[in-house]
């Protein structure tokens, strides 16, 4: 006779993990956002996986299939967008596109590209985050009965800060002066100073971003490097 072996079933979502189960692929920059969204996954139960630009995220793809994609607008060798477009039309389909950006404008194109949905940056509320994925999920993948919503905001390592600090002031100081550099520089550090709670660096990105047009962005970007130099000139923590 064959022999028929059971294996236990996977666990099911529940109130305090109420993404357990979930495989995420996260298609973000940004180390400090990363963590962000790692600490997150980690409380509710998913699992993670990061890629920082289009080519690694469909590296990913090819050997790896996750449940959920949450693509940043905003990378280095293009637009999140792309990526967007290419699983939505994809069969068979990723079962859940969420895109993320800094920018609330990038709600509608990410939709119309195919996105279910769209987080705006910075992601930090547990609650806020967890809703966002909960809400296009069928309800067998949802945790059943009442649930509260955590009201925490999760604490991102600052030593993932400082290496964003660090790679924008390498990308600064490697002599990238074209438009779209700037713009790429412009929008990475401004998201970073948003997630970071840093009004004077999300200022100085934003002001650096409104120069790029006008044909004379360098005091501009002197401005942002030397606040980027003061903040990494601070000790590092232990």
Not at 65 to 86: F, H, M, Q, Y
Not at 143 to 172: F, I
């Amino acid at each position: 006779m064959p022999i028929t072996m059971s294996f236990p079933a996977a666990p099911a979502p529940s109130a305090d993990r109420p993404l357990l189960g979930l495989t995420v692929l996260l298609v973000e920059d940004s180390r400090f956002a990363c963590e962000a969204v790692r600490l997150m996954c980690l409380r509710s139960g998913a699992r993670i996986r990061r890629a920082d630009n289009l080519h690694n995220a469909r590296r990913h793809l090819k050997v790896y299939r996750p449940d959920v994609v949450i693509a940043d607008l905003g990378l280095p060798d293009g637009s999140g967008i792309e990526l967007i477009v290419e699983l939505a039309q994809a069969s068979p389909r990723i079962d859940l596109l969420l895109a993320t950006s800094a920018d609330p404008d990038g709600a509608a194109p990410a939709k119309e590209a195919g996105a279910d949905g769209f987080i705006a940056k910075p992601i930090l509320r547990l609650g806020a985050f967890q809703q966002a994925l909960l809400a296009h999920l069928p309800p067998e993948r949802r945790p059943g009965g009442p649930r509260c919503l955590p009201e925490e905001e999760v604490a991102p390592d600052p030593v993932a800060l400082r290496d964003d600090l660090a790679l924008a002031a390498q990308l600064l100081r490697s002599g990238w002066r074209s438009a779209g550099d700037i713009a790429y520089v412009a929008q990475f550090l401004g998201g970073v100073a948003r997630s970071a709670g840093d009004e004077g660096l999300r200022n100085a990105a934003e002001a650096l971003d409104a120069a790029r047009g006008t044909g004379s962005p360098e005091p501009a970007l002197a401005r942002l490097a030397a606040l980027i130099d003061d903040r990494l000139a601070v000790p590092a923590p232990i």
